[in-house]
Each structure stands twice: as structure tokens, then as C-alpha cells.
């Protein structure tokens, strides 16, 4: 069984910084890539950073300059390192990852989410 925990998130003010956390455990190889979606009420889940297992990274033009996404691969955590926060940002932020569990092949697992909320 593989889980993805997420924390970090919370409260903050405009122009304030979070940092989540994402900590994948359980019957892992290996994870190929893995990425921060987030989602606000009545709209899709978006896309908001990724980074592949050799540390190469994309971000969502919303949050380029802002966000950085980063990853220890020993450990199996991914992190997102928000600044400059905007009410925009207000969303439920999920990690994602791409394992390749013990015998079992690849499967993209999801985070539980945790709520962001920027106030102006």
C-alpha cells in the first residue's frame, strides 16, 4: 500500500509564504515524477508545478517566479514553496505522484489535499 500525506497548508495574507509537504510511504520502488495540483471551488483541478525523478521542473504561468516545487528522493517527499501569495492562490492543493510500487508496476497516487487560503 502506498500513501501520500500532505501538510503545510493554512491561512495566510497577501504576499505571505506557505510551504507543503508531501511525504509518499509504503511499498515504493521508486517515484518517476511528481506534481502539486490544486483546485478551487466550481473549477477543474489544475496543474500547478511538477518535477521529474532527475530534478528537471514546470510551473503553471500563474505561479512562475512565485512557486518553487523541489524533491528528496531518498526520503520521498515533494515540496512546494509558495511566496508572493495572492487571494488567486486560494485553492485545496494536491500532490501526486507517479510510483513504481514493489513488483506491482506504476500507479498515480494522490494526497488526502490540504486548503490554502489567502486573504487580501
Known amino acids: 500500500q502506498v500513501q501520500l500525506v500532505e501538510s503545510g497548508g493554512g491561512l495566510v495574507q497577501a504576499g505571505g509564504s506557505l510551504r507543503l509537504s508531501c511525504a509518499a510511504s509504503?511499498?515504493?520502488?521508486?517515484?518517476?515524477?511528481m506534481g502539486w495540483y490544486r483546485q478551487a471551488p466550481g473549477k477543474q483541478r489544475e496543474l500547478v508545478a511538477s518535477?521529474?525523478?532527475?530534478?528537471?521542473?514546470s510551473y503553471a504561468d500563474s505561479v512562475k517566479g512565485r512557486f518553487t516545487i523541489s524533491r528528496t528522493n531518498a526520503e520521498n517527499t515533494v515540496y512546494l514553496q509558495m511566496n508572493s501569495l495572492k487571494p488567486e492562490d486560494t485553492a485545496v492543493y494536491y500532490c501526486?505522484?507517479?510510483?513504481?510500487?514493489?513488483?506491482?508496476?506504476?500507479?498515480?497516487?494522490w494526497g488526502q489535499g490540504t486548503q490554502v487560503t489567502v486573504s487580501s
Open positions: 509504503g511499498s515504493i520502488q521508486g517515484i518517476n515524477d
Open positions: 518535477i521529474t525523478s532527475g530534478g528537471s521542473t
Open positions: 501526486n505522484a507517479d510510483v513504481v510500487r514493489l513488483w506491482q508496476g506504476r500507479y498515480d497516487y
